[in-house]
C-alpha cells in the first residue's frame, strides 16, 4: 500500500467526536508544543477519550493518563490516532 494511502486513513484527535475512544499513534508538534504534549501524557500508546467540544469547535476537551485536558484544535489536529 502506498505510503500517501496509509497516511489518509489515520485520523487526528481534533478530527474526534465527543465519547470515542482512540489510542495516540505518534504527534507530528515541533518544539515547545511537542515538549508540552508529552508533559501531559500524549505519548504513543496512550488512550485517549474525547469528552467535549466548545459550540464553536475550539478548544476540545479529553481525557488521558486519568485526567482531562484542554487543547485548542490546532493542537489537537498534531495528534495521530490509531486505525480502529
Known sequence: MPKQERRKKCR???DC????????RCHHA???IRQRLLDLGFVPGAKIDMVRSAPLGDPVQCKVSGYNVTLRRSEANLIELENE
Open 30 to 32: 515541533v518544539g515547545a
Open 17 to 24: 467526536t465527543p465519547g470515542q475512544q482512540a489510542t495516540i
Open 12 to 14: 487526528m484527535l481534533g
